[in-house]
């Protein structure tokens, strides 16, 4: 018989909030109404970080994904009002990518509906245990190292 993985068990655990949340969020989404799939809610939301507008290669980095996943993002947020093209003015060759108002407007909602999101996650922990999970997750994002007791790592 072999011993439980308690990493194994982390692991899972996290791979299931993560389909949870997802799961809420999409739920939020769609009582919002703004008809668009969490690939370009990701994308309006990477688009606001910029100062000025992004080129498509800029998001399809930003975004770690193929150039011709961003085409087709954008294509569907143009439809929808969201975003629109726009030459660059030094290279006119260059298309860079810009929020509209509607795409703006859609950022809040969207903001709104990932608030509501974790609202309801976080609804069971108290203002200390989200503390402490705050901490933890940034030591995850931020990827320290933690050294484990009799592990021997220096």
């Not at 809610?41 to 150039?67: F, I």
């Not at 974790?118 to 989200?130: G, V």
């Amino acid at each position: 018989m072999t011993a439980p993985d308690p990493d194994g068990v982390l692991a899972e655990q996290l791979l299931r909030l993560t389909r949870r949340v997802h799961r809420i969020q999409k739920r939020h989404l769609e009582h919002g109404d703004l008809g668009i799939t969490p690939a370009q809610s990701r994308l309006l939301r990477t688009l606001a970080h910029y100062g000025s507008p992004p080129r498509m290669a800029d998001l399809a980095e930003r975004l770690e994904v193929v150039p011709r996943a961003v085409t087709t993002l954008v294509d569907g947020l143009e439809t929808a009002g969201m975003v629109r093209r726009v030459p660059d003015q030094a290279n006119r060759r260059v298309i860079r990518i810009e929020l509209t108002d509607t795409g703006r407007t859609a950022l809040l909602e969207l903001r709104r509906a990932r608030r509501s999101a974790a609202e309801e996650i976080l609804a069971p922990l108290s203002t200390e245990q989200r503390a402490a999970l705050g901490a933890l997750l940034d030591t995850l994002i931020d990827g320290a190292a933690v050294v484990r007791p009799g592990t021997g790592a220096d």
